[in-house]
């Protein structure tokens, strides 16, 4: 019923004036901010990532408040609107004393390699760094909770956000959603598994009622480990159980994000898949904890988009462009609800640059780039839901 609600009122703006799409919808004077975190990629400067984020947000800006269906759904007719002012999130110096051990190599095969193979030696070693960098738990923990803390401090001002990942930023992204999401219902994930919970916590579970929590929380917690093999395995000490369960909703609260704190995702330039081919496993155990966070972002009326320019060489398309009824084919999400959330891939966006320059591009040409995330946006809603008219 209510994408019928929003298709009706889509129908209303769009038989309105032929430039209702170039001019933006009013926003109500008290409206509360969707604010924007950009999230940079490889070997970045904070000058030159302040620069890029400057050159498009205000574009974002005019784009998202000039979409009917983006007004409608998130931004809610105008009592919410995306933040004047961008969010920068900049991680790059934190991997300043291993980029220098890797320049000292680069300047020691200087002394041996051709011009040619010198630049292809430091263009990969550069891309390639940051992004193995951040795909490390060891190396990622702190950013995460530098990235958490951003987060709560907006929306504790009434301001919500959607984190914009770029390339490498990408990882980190994806890493705050299975991580810092409050994805895990710990009553359900432990429930009738007592071969995996010890009988200490399986019966406190069965008779205790937890709010939803996220990954991080119960690393920092100790009372429930994710295996390698994914599969959520109890302390087996039983005193430490009964000692720390009390304190879990306060690990909720400091390690993962509010709900309703974040309203989407969205990556670009974004290796995933060349760093995770888990994605392509759906319906295994191999990505019980991608899964749940896809549950979550479906039921909470969230969006995770990817979007790639079709020539751009780094950027990865996900595998597989689930739908609503396909992720209710698999174990896991068998009981999925429709709250209105969705996922979608686009990875074909045309892009006129040449291809080593592709990588790059999307900072060019703000009203070009923000264009792409609307039109994905609307197209990944339609498919996910299977509307073939809006």
């Known amino acids: 019923m209510k994408r019928f609600i929003i298709a009706g009122l889509m129908c209303i703006f769009l038989t309105s004036a032929s430039s209702a799409k170039e001019k933006e919808m009013p926003i109500k004077p008290d409206a509360s901010p969707i604010d924007i975190i950009y999230i940079h990629g490889a070997y970045e400067t904070k000058d030159a990532f302040d620069e890029s984020v400057n050159n498009v947000h205000s574009d974002m800006v005019k784009q998202f408040q000039s979409d009917p269906l983006i007004y409608n759904k998130l931004l809610k007719n105008g009592e919410k609107k995306i933040g004047d002012e961008p969010l920068i999130f900049f991680w790059a110096d934190k991997t300043t004393e291993c980029l220098k051990v890797i320049d000292r190599a680069l300047e020691y095969a200087r002394s041996f390699s051709s011009k040619i193979a010198q630049f292809g030696r430091e263009t990969l070693s550069h891309t390639l760094h940051d992004a193995i960098w951040i795909s490390k738990s060891s190396n990622s923990k702190d950013l995460l909770n530098n990235l958490n803390e951003l987060v709560k401090s907006e929306y504790a001002k009434g301001h919500e956000t959607i984190l914009y990942g770029y390339s490498a930023g990408s990882l980190l992204s994806v890493q705050y959603m299975t991580n810092r999401l409050p994805v895990i219902n710990i009553n359900e994930i432990l429930k ?199």
């Open 192 to 390: 009738d598994n007592s071969a995996y919970t010890g009988a200490s916590l399986d019966n406190i579970v069965k008779n205790h009622y937890f709010a939803p929590t996220c990954l991080d929380a119960l690393k920092e917690s100790k009372l429930v480990f994710y295996t390698d093999d994914n599969k959520f395995v109890a302390n087996p000490d039983a005193e430490y159980i009964n000692n720390t369960i009390s304190k879990l909703n306060d690990y909720t609260k400091n390690y993962c994000a509010p709900e309703g704190a974040v309203r989407g995702f969205v990556v670009f330039g974004a290796p995933l898949t060349t760093f995770d081919t888990s994605v392509s496993l759906r319906g295994t155990p191999e990505n019980t904890l991608s899964q749940l966070a896809m549950k979550y972002l479906v039921e909470n009326d969230m969006f995770f988009l990817t979007v790639n320019y079709a020539n751009d060489f780094i950027g990865m398309p996900l595998p597989v462009i689930p739908t609503f009824d396909s992720l209710k084919n698999t174990e896991i999400l068998k009981d999925l609800k429709d709250g209105g959330g969705f996922i979608y891939d686009d990875s074909k966006v045309k892009n006129h640059t040449l291809f080593f320059s592709a990588h790059l591009a999307y900072w060019s040409s703000g009203k070009k780039f923000a264009k792409s995330i609307v039109e994905a946006y609307n197209a990944g809603y339609k498919h996910f839901y299977g509307l073939s008219d809006l």
